[in-house]
Structure formats: structure tokens, C-alpha cells
């Protein structure tokens, strides 16, 4: 079982659309969350950390179940520029070093 | 802003032949990195520097090496480069072990 487990997709949505992306995490000592997007022959940067509370930043919503292990990334009216690859970084605790383990992406499509 | 810098960003190797994948960041980060990334395997880490003067092994340490010259910088060597190293590679910093990664644009290496 990979450390880190996303749906490859691709999702193909049309513009103005919702779309969710879920995955799920091995290991329970995980410190701390993120999802990254990622262009076509580009670096992944950041769009946004995972709270435990869960945290919103504009169209984008993401949220942590530590119990079941999985964080969300939830995309609201969904725009051309959204095309990407998103990705799911989980890091370790501090016994392992904050292993930073990446998941290897979801692809996403908005279509006109 | 440079931000996270590698060089070169383009390189064909025959195989058997050394190469240095050269990064540098002015963020002042502590920790630095060293990612390559293959199709439908995502970013998986190669080595990694948590702070100036320590650097351990990721996940797939074999047939390469690395130097943290100084805080700025983190070297990566392949000293006898083998198609299966055909990859892009990239550089990272954080401020912070748990923090967010800043990457570089990518070395795509294709060993022949």
C-alpha cells in the first residue's frame, strides 16, 4: 500500500462546476498537511495547508479526518485556470525526520 | 526573487557518465531537498538536508549523492549515471522541517 493514495483521475468538469478530490494516508503519527498544484512541466507549488478545523481560501476548501485518515480538497465554481494536476503532501513526525511523502496527483480538466 | 534555483535545466547524459545537479536558494531556508519525479509515480524523495551540515537519505538514496556546501546550497551527483535515473529532479527548501516546500523549475536529465 502507497504511503500516500490518490485517484489519478482525470476529472473533466465544465466550467462553473464543484469538483472533490479525497486521499488517504498511512501513516496515523502524520504532522501536518498540504495540497499542492502542479501545471504541465511545471514546479508544484502551494495552494493551501490542511487544518484540523478545516480552512477555506476563496473558491478552494480543504479538510483533514485524522480518524479515517484522508484530507479533501474541494473546488467550488470551477474556472479553465484550475486545469492541473493537484497533489497530496503528507508530512511525518519529527521520529522520522518530517518525511515528506507526495502523493502522485490527480489530474484535473475545465472545459469551456 | 530567485527563490530556488537549480541549474542545468536540461541534460543528456550517456550512461556511465557523472553529472552535478546544482541548487541554491536565497530564502534562508534551513532545510533543503531533492526530489525526482516519473510519470504516474509522483515526487519522490532522493535525499535531503535538514539544516547546514547533516543530509540523509529519502527514499531512493541509490546512485546518487549529495553535499550541503553551505546553508544556500545543496549538491546532487550522480556518478555513474544509468537510464533508470532518466527523470526531472527537483530542488526544495523550507523554512521549517514541517513547513511548506519552495521548489525549483526542474531538471529534466535523460540518460541514454
Known amino acids: 500500500r502507497k504511503e500516500v493514495e490518490q485517484d489519478p483521475g482525470p476529472f473533466n468538469v465544465p466550467e462553473g462546476a464543484t469538483v472533490a478530490f479525497n486521499c488517504t494516508y498511512s501513516n496515523s503519527a502524520s504532522q501536518s498537511f498540504f495540497w499542492y498544484r502542479q501545471d504541465c512541466r511545471k514546479e508544484p507549488k502551494l495552494l493551501m495547508s490542511v487544518y484540523s478545523s478545516g480552512n477555506e481560501d476563496g473558491r478552494f476548501t480543504a479538510q483533514l479526518n485524522r480518524a479515517s485518515q484522508y484530507i479533501s480538497l474541494l473546488i467550488r465554481d470551477s474556472k479553465l485556470s484550475d486545469s492541473a494536476t493537484y497533489l497530496c503532501v503528507v508530512k511525518g513526525p519529527r521520529t522520522g525526520g518530517f518525511k515528506t511523502i507526495f502523493g502522485a496527483g490527480t489530474r484535473l480538466f475545465v472545459k469551456a | 526573487n530567485a527563490g530556488v534555483t537549480q541549474t542545468p535545466k536540461f541534460q543528456v547524459l550517456k550512461t556511465g557518465q557523472s553529472m552535478t545537479l546544482q541548487c541554491a536558494q536565497d530564502?534562508?531556508?534551513?532545510?533543503m531537498y531533492w526530489y525526482r519525479q516519473d510519470p504516474g509515480m509522483g515526487l519522490r524523495l532522493i535525499y535531503y538536508?535538514?539544516?547546514?551540515?547533516?543530509?540523509d537519505k529519502g527514499e531512493v538514496p541509490n546512485g546518487y549523492n549529495v553535499s550541503r556546501l553551505n546553508k544556500r546550497e545543496f549538491s546532487l551527483r550522480l556518478e555513474s549515471a544509468a537510464p533508470s535515473q532518466t527523470s526531472v529532479y527537483f530542488c526544495?527548501?523550507?523554512?521549517?522541517?514541517?513547513?511548506?516546500?519552495?521548489f525549483g523549475e526542474g531538471s529534466r536529465l535523460t540518460v541514454l
Open positions: 538536508s535538514a539544516s547546514e551540515g547533516t543530509t
Open positions: 526544495a527548501s523550507s523554512e521549517l522541517p514541517t513547513g511548506e516546500l519552495f
Open positions: 530564502m534562508n531556508h534551513n532545510s
